[in-house]
């Protein structure tokens, strides 16, 4: 990833908060950005939560990789306007939901991207888990199991939705679908190398690695 320049540090506000209802964190993002598209000025702002048990499929994701009808089923499902194909989320995976204004950083969905991966990769590090990437894909893997994606959307240079690392989650809902349409590479969590794993030291980890990586300053915490 090409480093952040000599620039001041980008202001940006935290929300750590628990576990958000997917609708509610979704039309939360979309206000967000909104805002910011009216008023470039706004700094910076970075969701860091939980979801209730949900899937959620790309734009043009397809459903093929869903083991379920959705017409036919009580699961939560949603169409959004992220890239990638179809994931899972549920209470033990954190996600990341950064608005930043890529104006301010590099106007570059690569290197986004890339700095996404980089922050999941310098949390497992301080665990002493090696994080890797794989050519072609996104996302982050330790010895072969996905245990991060990564969807993005940006309208305008300003990025939301974002990343989901799966910490102590309950791997079931993994099942019912065939997560990122990848269906060589298991998926796993950091449980599963870890068993004592803390959601909320990894939680700490993550805002460290976020502001390390994107050369912000946290301004307010939620």
């Not at 209802?21 to 950005?33: G, N």
């Not at 989320?89 to 700095?115: A, E, F, K, M, T």
């Not at 449980?191 to 912000?216: H, K, N, T, Y």
Request: a negative charge; glycine letters at 10%.
């Amino acid at each position: 990833m090409t480093k952040i320049d000599d620039r001041p540090r980008r202001k940006c506000i935290l929300k750590s908060l628990g576990i958000v209802p997917y609708a509610l964190a979704w039309r939360e993002q979309r206000s967000l950005v909104e805002a910011r598209m009216d008023n470039p000025a706004l700094d910076d702002l970075f969701l860091l939560l939980e979801h209730p048990p949900v899937y959620t499929l790309g734009t043009g994701a397809d459903v093929k990789f869903l083991k379920f009808d959705p017409g036919a089923s009580d699961r939560e499902v949603y169409r959004v306007e992220r890239g990638g194909e179809v994931t899972y989320h549920c209470p033990g995976q954190l996600v990341g939901y950064p608005i930043l204004n890529l104006n301010y950083y590099q106007r570059d969905l690569h290197w986004y991207l890339r700095g996404l991966e980089e922050v999941i990769i310098r949390v497992l590090d301080r665990h002493g888990l090696t994080g890797e990437r794989i050519a072609g894909l996104t996302g982050v893997w330790v010895e072969g199991y996905k245990v991060a994606a990564i969807g993005i959307k940006a309208t305008r240079w300003i990025t939301f939705h974002g990343f989901s690392l799966n910490v102590c989650p309950e791997m079931g809902g993994f099942a019912a679908i065939v997560p990122c349409g990848i269906e060589d590479k298991p998926v796993g969590s950091l449980q599963r190398f870890l068993p004592e794993i803390s959601l909320e030291v990894v939680r700490r980890d993550v805002i460290d690695a976020f502001a390390e990586v994107f050369g912000i300053e946290w301004i307010s915490i939620a």
